[in-house]
């Protein structure tokens, strides 16, 4: 029974700070677009592929045979 006496202000405690992270969190924006990154990943889009930059280019030689 004694600990009880300790758990329930270091919960209070703990429960404090998580609302303070979330507070913080939705200030800063993290809770705006909660589908975008979920549907950025289904849109195809061929302008946004790899590709090398202007200065190397892909004309030597493959030196492994």
Same mark, same amino acid.
């Given at each position: 029974?004694?600990? /009880?006496?300790? #758990? /329930?202000? @270091?919960?209070?405690?703990? @429960? #404090? /700070?998580?609302?303070?992270? #979330? /507070?913080? *969190?939705? %200030? %800063?924006?993290?809770?705006? =677009?909660? $589908?975008?990154? *979920?549907?950025?990943? #289904?849109?195809?889009?061929?302008? =946004?592929?790899?590709?090398?930059? $202007?200065? %190397?280019? =892909? !004309? $030597?030689?493959? %030196?492994? !045979?």
């Amino acid at each position: 029974m004694d600990v /009880i006496y300790s #758990l /329930i202000p @270091g919960m209070m405690f703990f @429960g #404090l /700070i998580f609302f303070v992270v #979330l /507070i913080w *969190a939705v %200030k %800063k924006g993290q809770y705006e =677009d909660m $589908e975008g990154s *979920a549907n950025r990943i #289904l849109l195809d889009d061929d302008d =946004d592929m790899v590709h090398q930059p $202007e200065g %190397k280019q =892909d !004309s $030597e030689p493959d %030196k492994s !045979s």
